[in-house]
Structures are given as structure tokens and as C-alpha cells.
T-cell receptor
Framework: AQTVTQSQPEMSVQEAETVTLSCTYD???????LFWYKQPPSRQMILVIR??????QNATENRFSVNFQKAAKSFSLKISDSQLGDAAMYFC???????????FGTGTRLTVIP | NAGVTQTPKFQVLKTGQSMTLQCAQD?????MSWYRQDPGMGLRLIHY???????DQGEVPNGYNVSRSTTEDFPLRLLSAAPSQTSVYFC??????????????FGAGSRLTVL
């Protein structure tokens, strides 16, 4: 089974600064997708960003960008100009094309300091 | 559109009781799934369905039952609740089979406590 590892249980960042959350995954497949989901205190799971493995270009969504290193099986999330509303649990997730399961990491709790 | 609606949001059960968590979506999504979220373990797939009348087991199916009689509804049944089933449960759906290219839409979650 695929595994997704988030080695940082907790991170903190000053408001307006930049923070990077780490994620590594293990797979022998070449066709897959990677995701970052945000879970604020409301508990709602919100998609932040998605990366297709066949795309070399790193995905970007406004202040959120990823550093996708396919050979190293690394998928980190960079949050620029951090805002108070970015405080949440962040989950990295892996999906192998053709499967029916989305594998999640254990999450990183991000605190934004005013 | 309401998206994915889960009920109830909170529930307390006694060991051995049964109950059903309801999930409904109004997006005409073929794929629906149930996850449980436990502290320090992320989300794990319980059961999923790729269309009406079709269900299959995920990573942690024991103690749970599902059915999919319509495209819109995908209830999760706890047959005889155990304290190990204390968790937050999420229903999620996507347009086609598999949550890959078609991103999952999650419900707001249901917190279940089994005493």
C-alpha cells in the first residue's frame, strides 16, 4: 500500500511570512496525483492544491505553491504571505490512477502568529 | 447547490447500539465514499461506491455496512457500536470513479462518540 509521510506534526509562522510544509510518499507507480487539503477548526476539508505526476511544472494557486520532486518522492507546500486564516491542519494526500483510495498523511497543524 | 450533506453532526452512542450516518449529494456524482479521521492517523477509507448498486470495501471496513440505492445517497451503518469506532466521519464524492482527476468534495463531518 502507498504511504504518505508528514514529518512535521506542528509548524508555526509569523503573519506575512512564508512557511513550507513537508510531505513524502512511497509508490512504485508513475501515474498518480498529489493533493494538499486544509482542515480549519470548522472541520471542513478544503482542497488547497493538486499536482498531476506527469506534469513537471509545479502547481500554484495564488499564495500556495508546491515543490514537486518526483524522483525524491517529495511534495512540499509553500504558503507565502501567511494570513491568520491559514491556521489549520494540512493534510497531504496521494491517489494512484485507477485506484479508489485517497491515502492521507497524518497532518501538520499550522499556527499563524499575529 | 448544497454539495455533500452529512447528518447528524454529532452523536453519542452506547456500546452495542446501532445507528446510521446519512450522506447525500446533489451534484450527480457517481463516486461516493466514507472516511474516518482519528488523531495522529489522518483519514482512512471505510467503504466506497462507484455508482448506484455498487459498493466496495476500503482500508478499514470492519463493523460498518453501506448501501447505494440511489445516486444521491450513501448511508453508513454501524451495526453494533464499539468504543474503537469513536471518530470523526467524512463522506466525500466526486464526478467519476476514483478521486484522481475529479477532486473529492467533502461533507462537514460527523463526530461520533461511543461510550
Amino acid at each position: 500500500a502507498q504511504t504518505v509521510t508528514q514529518s512535521q506534526p506542528e509548524m508555526s509562522v509569523q503573519e506575512a511570512e512564508t512557511v513550507t510544509l513537508s510531505c513524502t510518499y512511497d509508490t512504485s507507480e508513475s501515474d498518480y496525483y498529489l493533493f494538499w487539503y486544509k482542515q480549519p477548526p470548522s472541520r471542513q476539508m478544503i482542497l488547497v492544491i493538486r499536482q498531476e505526476a506527469y506534469k513537471q511544472q509545479n502547481a500554484t494557486e495564488n499564495r500556495f505553491s508546491v515543490n514537486f520532486q518526483k524522483a525524491a518522492k517529495s511534495f512540499s507546500l509553500k504558503i507565502s504571505d501567511s494570513q491568520l486564516g491559514d491556521a489549520a491542519m494540512y493534510f497531504c494526500a496521494f491517489y494512484q490512477t485507477g485506484a479508489n483510495n485517497l491515502f492521507f498523511g497524518t497532518g501538520t497543524r499550522l499556527t499563524v502568529i499575529p | 447547490n448544497a454539495g455533500v450533506t452529512q447528518t447528524p453532526k454529532f452523536q453519542v452512542l452506547k456500546t452495542g447500539q446501532s445507528m446510521t450516518l446519512q450522506c447525500a449529494q446533489d451534484m450527480n456524482h457517481e463516486y461516493m465514499s466514507w472516511y474516518r479521521q482519528d488523531p495522529g492517523m489522518g483519514l482512512r477509507l471505510i467503504h466506497y461506491s462507484v455508482g448506484a448498486g455498487i459498493t466496495d470495501q476500503g482500508e478499514v471496513p470492519n463493523g460498518y455496512n453501506v448501501s447505494r440505492s440511489t445516486t444521491e445517497d450513501f448511508p453508513l451503518r454501524l451495526l453494533s457500536a464499539a468504543p474503537s469506532q469513536t471518530s470523526v466521519y467524512f463522506c466525500a464524492s466526486s464526478r467519476e470513479q476514483g478521486p484522481g482527476a475529479n477532486v473529492l468534495t467533502f461533507g462537514a463531518g460527523s463526530r461520533l462518540t461511543v461510550l
